[in-house]
């Protein structure tokens, strides 16, 4: 079980991830969205049930290393510099090493390193590439792109669900894993998309979860309780 100190910890964490995703998707909801997919997706893809659960809690916590970038990095308007891209390049690793510090969920902290990794080598920190990178981050850097594309950022307005597939199958190989992709893409259809999420600009954006179930429940699931793989969600 979770002691209380770790509890609080990884509470903090949560609300740290909420208002980072704030500061720079402005409707707060960029994790949980996304976390949905992986969760989704893994289940798709016939994942474990302990590769699920360690890929939900890295897509929930995922961005919380940039916290360790300053905020006009973050929130400028237009293209970065070379120096900026390597500030902000550090996020996945500071990351990794907040999560390190709390024992019940570190081992989440080699997909939260690898995240912007790309399937053909040419991501970042490490240049990974194909299955040396986790299978959570695979499917994780898909739904992070999807759900920065299709909602507005500071240097560009959202673009449809049509464009962004696009934009994901014109990167099958290069930067996403092929076969994931393909899971991934049945998963965010939008027949399944029922309930909308406000955003702050005023228009309502599809959630990217089917509401009235148990599988594809928006609700999280219960902190993790215990460092075991296999537990169910
Ligand atoms: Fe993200």
């Known amino acids: 079980m979770l002691t209380i100190r770790e509890n609080n910890w990884i509470r903090l964490l949560l609300n740290l991830s909420k208002y980072i995703d704030i500061n720079v998707s402005y409707n707060g909801h960029h ?26 809690w890295a897509a929930m916590l995922h961005d919380i290393g940039k916290i360790g970038v300053p905020y ?11 120096k900026e891209w390597q500030l902000m390049r550090l996020h996945p ?11 019940s969920i570190s081992r989440i902290a080699p997909i939260i390193s ?3 990794e790309k399937y053909d080598g040419s991501g970042y920190p490490s240049g990974l590439q194909g299955e040396e990178i986790p299978v959570g981050a695979r499917i994780l850097a898909l739904a992070d792109a999807y759900d920065a594309i299709t909602n507005d950022r500071y240097y560009r307005q959202a673009r449809t669900h ?45 959630s990217p979860v089917r509401s009235g179930t148990k599988e594809y429940s928006a609700v999280p699931p219960r902190l993790p309780a215990t460092a075991s793989h296999s537990r169910s969600q």
């Open 31 to 56: 994790s949980e969205s996304v976390a949905q997919w992986v969760r989704c997706t893994g289940r798709k893809l016939g994942c474990s049930d302990g590769e699920i659960y360690d890929s939900y």
């Open 72 to 82: 006009p990095i973050l929130s400028k308007p237009g293209p970065l510099t070379k």
């Open 93 to 103: 690793l500071i990351g990794s090493n907040i999560v390190q510090t709390l024992d």
């Open 114 to 116: 690898s995240h912007q």
């Open 162 to 206: 049509d464009e962004a597939v696009a934009e994901l199958n014109r990167n099958s190989g290069t930067h996403f894993d092929p076969i994931i992709l393909k899971a991934f893409i049945e998963i965010i259809d939008p027949k399944w998309m029922k309930t909308s999420y406000p955003s702050r600009n005023g228009k309502n954006k599809k």
